[in-house]
C-alpha cells in the first residue's frame, strides 16, 4: 500500500474491493408513549421489542448483491516493485513548500541510467466488467507496474489480462480478457445520490473475494491531492484490496470507484475515497478509444489564491489560482500571462483553486484558445492562450524541479551584515551567494541570509537560501524593493505582504505579516 498523501492510503497492494452490507434491527427500550407511536411500528417478539427500519431504509442489501456482485472481479498482479516505489511518498509535512507532493524526479540516480529494481512481488486488487466483450475498470496504481495480470471472476475462472491503457492523472485503468458474455455493470452518470443516501461496496479487502459492504455517501467534492479528481467520500468501509473496485447505488448503478482511504492505522475508519462515475466513464471511454488521455496544457505552474494573499493585495474574498511561474517558451509565456497574476475563470467558466484552473484547462484540445480572465495589478484583463498538449505526469515530476539540487543551507555568504525585513536579513544576488545558495543563474531577488526564530517568515517555513522574487507583484531585486513594498501595504491599512519566494528551482507565493 502507498501513501499518496499523509492518511491517505491506496490498496496498491491488495486489491480493490467495494463493500455492502445489510442493515442490522435495532434492540433498544422506549417509553411506553414512545412505544405506541404509529410512526414507528412495534414488532412484538418473545423477548423484547425491536423497531423496524425507518422508511427509506432498506431491510436488506442481498437482492442489490447479487445482481451486481459477477460483474466484480479479483485483479491479481505479478510486479517487481522499482526502487521509488518503494520509497514512502510525503505528505503535508511543513507549509508552504510542502503542500505540492513531489514526484519521482530529483531521486539522485545519474541521468539516463535505469532504475534499480526491488524484488518481485505479488499484489490483488479489484475491478469491475463494464462491457460483456471484457472490458475491465481498475486503478491505475494496482497494475501500473505489472508483469502478469490475471483476473478471478466470482465463479472462480481465472483469466488472463491485458492492459488497455493507463491514466495515471486520475488512477485509472482498463484491462482486457477474452471472451464474450461477462455479466457488467454501467456507470451512472445522471441520478447522483445525494448526501445521506446509500452506498454499497463490493470487493476483495484483503484477499476476501465477494465482500459486501454498505454505507451513505459522506460528502462530494473531496480534495484528496489528485488534481483532476473531485472524490466522493464515503463510509461503506473498504481496505487495502478495495482499490478499483466499484461503489453502487441501491439501484445497482456504478456511482463511483474505490480508491482511497483516509487511515491512521492502515485499516477503515469509515472514510473512504471514490473516483465519481462521470469521470471514470469519460476516462474510461478514452483509454478504450486510444489508448491514453489528452488534455489541454498552458505550461505554468499554479497554486491556490487564498483568502490571505487576497487580503494582503486588497482584494477582499477573491479567490482563484495565482501563477507561480511559466513555463519558457510555452503558451502562457507566449501568450504574456506572468507570475503573480491571479486567474479567476477561464472561458466564463469561475474558477477558485488551482485544481479547478487545471480541470477546465485540461479540458481543451490542443489548439484550441482559452481565454483566461485574470487580475494583474489590481485590474481585471483578459489573455488568450493557445492550448498545448499536458504531458503525462512522470514528465511533469521529472521536471518539476529544474533549478537543480538543493543547496548548502549551513554557512552563510561572508559579508558582514544585510538590511534586516520582516525578521529576515536579506543579502543581494552576487556569484558568491550564488555558489553558497546554489542558486540558479536566471533567478533574480534577495537571499534570505538569516531568520529571527519566531518571526511570520520562519513559522510559514522560509529558509536561508531562499529568494524572494516578488512583493505585491512587483519584481524584487534588492532589500529596499521589499521595503517599500511593506510600507505601502501599511500605508494602504493591509495587515500582509504577499511575497513570491523561489526555492529550488520553483516559486511559490505567501502572505507574511507585516505588524503595526
Known amino acids: 500500500m502507498t501513501s499518496k498523501k499523509t492518511g491517505y492510503l491506496l490498496g496498491a497492494v491488495a486489491g480493490v474491493a467495494v463493500a455492502a452490507g445489510a442493515l442490522a434491527a435495532t434492540d433498544m427500550r422506549l417509553p411506553m408513549a414512545e412505544r405506541s407511536s404509529p410512526n414507528m411500528p412495534l414488532i412484538r417478539t418473545s423477548t423484547a421489542p425491536v423497531f423496524a427500519p425507518p422508511p427509506g431504509a432498506p431491510l436488506s442489501f442481498a437482492d442489490i448483491f447479487e445482481q451486481v456482485s459477477p460483474a466484480v472481479v479479483s485483479v491479481n498482479v505479478t510486479s517487481r516493485a522499482s526502487t521509488s516505489a518503494l520509497r514512502q511518498i510525503p505528505g503535508f509535512e511543513g507549509l508552504p513548500f510542502g503542500i505540492i507532493p513531489r514526484g519521482p524526479g530529483g531521486s539522485g540516480e545519474g541521468e539516463g541510467e535505469e532504475e534499480p529494481q ?78 445521506g443516501d446509500w452506498v454499497i461496496a463490493v470487493g476483495n479487502p484483503f484477499g476476501l473475494t465477494a465482500t459486501a459492504t454498505s454505507g451513505i455517501v459522506s460528502a462530494y467534492g473531496r480534495d484528496i491531492g489528485e488534481t483532476f479528481v473531485d472524490f466522493i467520500q464515503i463510509d461503506a468501509p473498504i481496505n487495502q484490496g478495495n482499490s478499483g473496485g466499484p461503489t453502487f447505488d441501491i439501484y445497482g448503478r456504478v456511482i463511483g470507484v474505490n480508491t482511497a482511504i483516509f487511515s491512521p492505522s492502515g485499516g477503515s475508519v469509515g472514510i473512504g475515497f471514490a473516483i465519481p462515475a462521470a469521470t471514470a466513464d469519460t476516462i474510461t471511454k478514452q483509454l478504450i478509444a486510444r489508448g491514453s488521455v489528452t488534455r489541454g496544457y498552458i505550461g505554468a505552474t499554479i497554486q491556490n489564491y487564498t483568502r490571505e494573499m487576497a487580503v494582503a493585495q486588497g482584494l477582499g474574498d477573491q479567490r482563484g ?31 477558485t483553486t488551482s485544481s479547478e484552473l487545471t480541470r477546465e484547462v485540461a479540458k481543451a484540445t490542443a489548439g484550441d484558445t482559452l481565454r483566461l480572465e485574470i487580475i494583474r495589478g489590481g485590474d481585471r484583463r483578459t489573455i488568450q492562450v493557445r492550448s498545448g498538449v499536458r504531458p503525462n505526469e512522470s514528465e511533469l515530476a521529472a521536471n518539476d524541479n529544474s533549478g537543480g539540487a538543493p543547496g548548502p543551507r549551513g554557512q552563510s555568504p561572508a559579508q558582514p551584515t544585510y538590511p534586516e525585513v520582516l525578521g529576515m536579513s536579506l543579502a543581494p544576488i552576487d556569484e558568491a551567494t550564488r555558489r553558497t545558495f546554489s542558486i540558479p543563474t536566471g533567478v533574480r531577488g534577495v537571499v534570505v541570509a538569516a531568520l529571527t526564530p519566531n518571526s511570520d517568515a520562519a513559522r510559514k517555513g522560509l529558509r536561508r537560501g531562499d529568494v524572494i522574487v516578488r512583493a505585491n507583484n512587483r519584481a524584487v531585486t534588492a532589500a529596499g524593493d521589499l521595503s517599500a513594498e511593506v510600507e505601502a501595504a501599511r500605508t494602504a491599512g493591509r495587515p500582509s505582504v504577499l511575497i513570491g519566494v523561489s526555492r529550488d528551482g520553483r516559486t511559490l507565493f505567501l502572505p507574511l505579516d507585516i505588524g503595526s
Open 321 to 351: 489560482a495565482i501563477v507561480s511561474d511559466t513555463v519558457p517558451g510555452g503558451p502562457s509565456a507566449r501568450a504574456g500571462l506572468q507570475a503573480g497574476d491571479v486567474v479567476i475563470s477561464v472561458n466564463g467558466v469561475a474558477v
Open 118 to 195: 526491488g524484488p518481485t512481488r505479488i499484489s490483488a486488487g479489484s475491478g469491475f466488467f463494464i462491457s460483456a466483450d471484457g472490458y475491465i475498470v481498475t486503478n491505475n496504481h494496482v497494475v501500473e507496474n505489472a508483469q502478469e495480470i490475471k483476473v478471478v471472476l466470482r465463479d472462480e475462472r481465472e483469466l488472463v489480462a491485458e492492459i488497455v491503457g493507463r491514466d495515471e492523472a486520475t488512477d485509472l485503468a482498463v484491462l482486457k480478457v477474452k471472451g464474450a458474455n461477462f455479466p457488467y455493470v454501467s456507470f451512472e452518470n445522471d441520478a447522483e445520490p445525494r448526501v
